[in-house]
């Protein structure tokens, strides 16, 4: 029912910056909280980063943590992942996904790739 929709991924040298966009559309959309995920070839999918819609309240993964901010535009309907000082490491197809209250990650967007030159 809601589609999410990436965007602003690239190429990127290390030590550079991009910044994701992920749109959301729907009949309503009020989501609890916002995330972004990346998975690489052969590994696990990641969680990265969150922001509970309401509050602004956001979480990180250890390794971005002081390099990635998450944040919103509530009224856009939009959730931003700003990477700073990037890294090989970093480079990933990177997913928005949208959490209802009392539920899971169960929207996803399409991802769009980052890829970090070393």
């Known amino acids: 029912q809601v589609q999410l929709v990436e965007s602003g991924g690239g190429l990127v040298q290390a030590g550079g910056s991009l910044r994701l966009s992920c749109a959301a559309s729907?009949?309503?959309?009020?989501?609890?909280?916002m995330a972004w995920f990346r998975q690489a070839p052969g590994k696990e999918r990641e969680f990265v980063a969150a922001i509970t819609w309401s509050t602004g309240s956001t979480a990180y993964t250890d390794s971005v943590k002081g390099r990635f901010t998450i944040s919103k535009d509530n009224a856009k309907n939009t959730v931003y992942l700003q990477m700073n000082s990037l890294n090989a490491e970093d480079t990933a197809i990177y997913y928005c996904a949208c959490r209802r209250v009392g539920g899971s990650y169960g929207d996803w967007g399409q991802g769009t790739q980052v890829t970090v030159s070393s």
């Open positions: 729907g009949r309503t959309f009020s989501p609890y909280r």
